[in-house]
């Protein structure tokens, strides 16, 4: 079974942290470029941070110094740490397997950020 799925989404107030884990199955994990989106209402879909097989990272201008994505191959999962969370993040989170062109995405968390 392929299978991509995100968790750890909720409700924050503003300078609050969230963790954000991306399960993959069925794929060989280590083999596939991971990414996070993020759509706020009435934007279009961002780039949020990448991680490639050879360990390294990327950032939007917009969350770097504060986000934090990394990845564990033995449990088949990407990670999302996200501090000092501002009302601006507010969106849905979706992760992005890739391989060869190929994306897989899951179905997306919802991070609020809100007093």
């Known amino acids: 079974q392929v299978q991509v799925a995100e968790s750890g989404g909720g409700l924050v107030q503003p300078g609050g942290s969230l963790r954000l884990s991306c399960a993959a199955s069925g794929i060989m994990f280590r083999t596939y470029v991971m990414s996070w989106f993020r759509r706020a209402p009435g934007k279009e879909r961002e780039l949020v941070a990448t991680a490639s097989t050879g360990g390294t990272t990327s950032y939007a201008d917009s969350v770097k110094d504060r986000f934090t994505i990394s990845r564990d191959n033995a449990k088949n999962t990407v990670y999302l740490q996200m501090n000092s969370l501002k009302p601006e993040d507010t969106a849905v989170y979706y992760c992005?397997?890739?391989?060869?062109?190929?994306?897989?995405w899951g179905q997306g968390t919802q991070v609020t950020v809100s007093s």
């Open positions: 992005k397997a890739v391989r060869s062109g190929v994306g897989l």
